[in-house]
């Protein structure tokens, strides 16, 4: 089961991608995209995300939708819910991506396209929904409504709004340096940073390990500060500029 810590970094890297997804095809609103991604993909811990398949989508024909999808696929057992109540186990062949946003833009793709013409625009998330469901996107009985209460345990409809910024960062902003090895909500203040102006895809963790300091002099380099590994003074305002 996927931590609290794990579910908040996984949306905050999950919601961007919705909302640029969202701008440039739109219909589908970002917040029901990041509720089933939660749903689909555990928060981001199912082994499915190995593959950037983060939202269940399957190859079907191999003909719908393909912009966004190169042809890669996995197989894996799944469970379909053909009669309310009654689970079977099925090994289907899912799409693999190179990324996250890919992932992402196919969904909305898919939802795009014919087969989705019963998913209308400008409707309540709620019947937006129901619409995916009757459309044949899930078999799952139970789907909709644990995505309708994740929408709104997490207040996800904030991120419909595609002109709004999202509500900030969650962590207080540190008052210290954030070097390797820091920790706690110095660290996830950071994490969630760098995550939202990179899409670097950090478990925001609340430990400043390796990765989060490579992500750190990446981003240093590329916007003309000294790559030194140390989220000091410059850096944190040169993050919260952008």
């Not at 207080?172 to 899409?199: C, I, M, S």
């Amino acid at each position: 089961m996927a931590s609290e810590a794990q579910i908040l970094g996984f949306i905050s890297r999950i919601a961007p991608c919705a909302q640029k997804a969202y701008k440039e095809l739109g219909k589908v609103y970002p917040s029901i995209c990041i509720g089933m991604a939660c749903v689909e993909s555990a928060y981001g811990t199912a082994g499915s995300c190995f593959h950037n398949s983060y939202l269940g989508q399957k190859v079907g024909t191999g003909k719908t939708a393909t912009r966004y999808w190169g042809g890669k696929f996995f197989t894996s057992k799944t469970k379909e819910e053909y009669t309310v109540g009654v689970h079977t186990t099925i090994n289907a062949a899912f799409r693999s991506y190179d990324s996250m946003e890919q992932c992402v833009f196919n969904y909305y793709e898919l939802l795009n396209s014919k087969v989705y013409s019963g998913v209308s625009s400008g409707v309540p998330f709620t019947t937006q929904m129901q619409q995916i469901k009757n459309c044949g996107y899930m078999t799952s009985s139970t789907e909709v409504n644990s995505v309708i209460q994740i929408i709104l345990k997490y207040k996800l409809t904030q991120y419909d709004d595609v002109e709004r910024p999202a509500i900030g960062n969650p962590y207080q902003e540190p008052t210290k340096n954030v070097r390797l090895n820091t920790r706690g909500n110095d660290a996830r203040w950071l994490q969630y940073e760098l995550n939202r102006v990179g899409h670097y895809g950090l478990i925001i963790d609340g430990i400043a390990g390796e990765l989060t300091i490579t992500c750190l002099r990446n981003f240093q380099k590329t916007h003309g500060l000294v790559d030194d590994g140390i989220c000091g003074p410059l850096t944190r305002q040169k993050l919260k500029s952008i």
